[in-house]
């Protein structure tokens, strides 16, 4: 079975994360400094878009 390797842009709407900060911009900066990972575990992705894919196929 191939595998297949993807390079992508991604678009999300992300709601309801919530960050602990003394003001807007220690937030802004926190969110800033998180990963995509740590945001989707903390938000939820209420839409996406997929754009600009290129896709390859790996032969091993």
């Keep these: 079975m ?5 390079d992508f842009s991604l ?4 709601r309801g994360l ?3 900060a ?12 998180m990963s995509v990972d740590d945001i989707i ?3 939820y992705v ?6 600009d894919l290129d ?3 790996q032969d091993y």
Excluded: M
């Excluded at 191939?2 to 993807?6: A, D, G, I, K």
């Excluded at 678009?11 to 992300?14: F, G, L, P, S, V």
């Excluded at 209420?46 to 754009?51: E, F, L």
């Design 2 to 6: 191939p595998t297949y390797e993807f």
């Design 11 to 14: 678009d999300a709407w992300i």
């Design 18 to 20: 919530k960050i602990d």
């Design 22 to 33: 003394d003001s807007e911009e220690e937030a802004k900066e926190k969110l800033s400094k």
């Design 41 to 43: 575990q903390e938000g």
């Design 46 to 51: 209420k839409d996406y878009a997929i754009k």
């Design 55 to 57: 896709c390859e196929e």
